[in-house]
T-cell receptor
Framework: GAGVSQSPSNKVTEKGKDVELRCDPI?????LYWYRQSLGQGLEFLIY????????KSGLPSDRFSAERTGGSVSTLTIQRTQQEDSAVYLC?????????????FGQGTRLTVV | DAKTTQPTSMDCAEGRAANLPCNHS???????VYWYRQIHSQGPQYIIH???NNETNEMASLIITEDRKSSTLILPHATLRDTAVYYC???????????FGAGTTVTVRA
């Protein structure tokens, strides 16, 4: 079936503008993650959604970052007043749960460039 | 506070087995060892996971030492398409986060 889909695949925006990144998880997956990967760096956890529970926002780097997940499916990551240091690949992943054996499936990511 | 230590890089000959080491000397009894890989310009891909027994699937084998302080991921017959960054991750049974370190950059050469 279809994997995790992210859009857009690439986004160039001017400093100070707001951007929205979209993630369509695998159907039926209750867990959804956002990660960020700066050039040449490892993956940095941003936020986690699980069902109807309150999301874990502990990885969001500033209050300019927010995310929501509507209807337990599609998620949107919003970055307000973008800065050049926000340039990175933003990766979304989903899983059927978090028990061992329920692997996380990642999308191809959105490459964000702030100019 | 990295829980795992991996070599920065390694080369492997095409068709040969690739053995990727990982040290996790502070692993707790409720923590699993996971391996993911990330091919250039793609999202990470799950490979395998284990607790204490050796595991094998269609992609790889995972050998965990008896004291669980280290493990080895084995790609039995490396191909050029296995060139990627390989991440060894320790995750507790009740934890949902995957904490990615720097990983090992594996280059398979013809």
């Amino acid at each position: 079936g279809a994997g995790v889909s992210q859009s857009p695949s690439n986004k160039v925006t001017e400093k100070g503008k707001d951007v929205e990144l979209r993630c369509d998880p695998i159907s039926g997956h209750t867990a959804l993650y956002w990660y960020r990967q700066s050039l040449g760096q490892g993956l940095e956890f941003l936020i986690y959604f699980q069902g109807n529970s309150a999301p874990d926002k502990s990885g969001l780097p500033s209050d300019r970052f927010s995310a929501e997940r509507t209807g337990g499916s599609v998620s949107t990551l919003t970055i307000q007043r973008t800065q050049q240091e926000d340039s990175a690949v933003y990766l979304c992943a989903s899983s059927a749960g978090t028990a061992p054996g329920t692997e996380a499936f990642f999308g191809q990511g959105t490459r964000l460039t702030v100019v | 506070d990295a829980k795992t230590t991996q070599p920065t890089s390694m080369d492997c000959a095409e068709g040969r087995a690739a053995n990727l080491p990982c040290n996790h000397s502070t692993i707790s009894g409720n923590e699993y060892v996971y391996w993911y890989r990330q091919i250039h310009s793609q999202g990470p891909q799950y490979i395998i996971h284990g607790l204490k027994n050796n595991e094998t699937n269609e992609m790889a084998s995972l050998i965990i030492t008896e004291d669980r302080k280290s493990s080895t991921l084995i790609l039995p017959h490396a191909t050029l398409r296995d060139t990627a960054v390989y991440y060894c991750i320790v995750r507790a049974i009740n934890d949902y986060k995957l904490s990615f370190g720097a990983g090992t950059t594996v280059t398979v050469r013809a």
